[in-house]
C-alpha cells in the first residue's frame, strides 16, 4: 500500500531562519499533498496544500513543493517565528486520490527566539 | 461556530470494557473518519465514511467498529478493548472525500489498563 516518508523528525532552527522538510510517497497515482501543523496540545490544522498539476504554491511564508517524477513533496517556512514551533505532517492520497490520506511520522520544529 | 466535537476528552479504562467515543460535525460534511495518534507513527486511519450507511476500513482497522447512522455523528466503538489502543484519537470531517480539508476534533486520548 501507500507510504509516506518525512525528514527530518526533529529539527531545530534559530529565529529568522528558514526549514524545509521533506516527503516521499510511494504511490504514483496520488494526485493530492496537505500539510498539517498541530501545535502542543492540539488538534492538526491544515495550514497548506497542492495538487498533482501544480509543482508549486506559496502562502506568505510557507510554500510547498512538489516534484511528481521523483514522488517527493517538501515544506519550505521562511523567516521563521517562535510561533512555527509545532509538529508538522505531511500527508499523500491514496486509491487513485478520494477516499483517504496516508500521513507521515511527522517533524517536530522547534524555533529558538 | 463550525466545528467537530468529540466526548470524552480523556477516558481511563480497564480491558475488555466496551467503550464508545462519539463525534459529531455541525458543517453538514459528508466525509468523516477516525485516525489514531502514536509516537513516531504519525496519524494512521481507522474508518472513513463517505456518507450515511456507507464505511470502509482504513490502515489499521483490527479491534474497532464505527456506524454512520446519521450524517452528523460517527461514532468509534471499541468492543474489547486492548493496552495496545492506548492512544490518541482524533475525529475528522471533510465535505466530500479524503482530499478535502480534513477539519479535525480536539482530540480523545484513551488509556487501556
Known amino acids: 500500500g501507500e507510504n509516506v516518508e518525512q525528514h527530518p523528525s526533529t529539527l531545530s532552527v534559530q529565529e529568522g531562519d528558514s526549514a524545509v522538510i521533506k516527503c516521499t510517497y510511494s504511490d504514483s497515482a496520488s494526485n493530492y499533498f496537505p500539510w498539517y501543523k498541530q501545535e502542543l496540545g492540539k488538534r492538526p490544522q491544515l495550514i497548506i496544500d497542492?495538487?498533482?498539476?501544480?509543482g508549486e504554491k506559496k502562502d506568505q511564508r510557507i510554500a510547498v513543493t512538489l516534484n511528481k517524477t521523483a514522488k517527493h513533496f517538501s515544506l519550505h517556512i521562511t523567516e521563521t517565528q517562535p510561533e512555527d514551533s509545532a509538529v508538522y505532517f505531511c500527508a499523500a492520497s491514496s486509491r487513485g486520490g478520494y477516499n483517504k490520506l496516508i500521513f507521515g511520522a511527522g517533524t517536530r520544529l522547534a524555533v529558538h527566539p | 461556530e463550525a466545528q467537530v466535537t468529540q466526548n470524552p476528552r480523556y477516558l481511563i479504562t480497564v480491558t475488555g470494557k466496551k467503550l464508545t467515543v462519539t463525534c459529531s460535525q455541525n458543517m453538514n460534511h459528508e466525509y468523516m473518519s477516525w485516525y489514531r495518534q502514536d509516537p513516531g507513527l504519525g496519524l494512521r486511519q481507522i474508518y472513513y465514511?463517505?456518507?450515511?450507511?456507507?464505511?470502509d476500513k482504513g490502515d489499521v482497522p483490527e479491534g474497532y467498529k464505527v456506524s454512520r447512522k446519521e450524517k452528523r455523528n460517527f461514532p468509534l466503538i471499541l468492543e474489547s478493548p486492548s493496552p495496545n489502543q492506548t492512544s490518541l484519537y482524533f475525529c475528522a470531517s471533510s465535505v466530500g472525500t479524503g482530499t478535502d480539508t480534513q477539519y479535525f476534533g480536539p482530540g480523545t486520548r484513551l488509556t487501556v489498563l
Open positions: 497542492i495538487r498533482s498539476n501544480v
Open positions: 465514511s463517505m456518507n450515511v450507511e456507507v464505511t
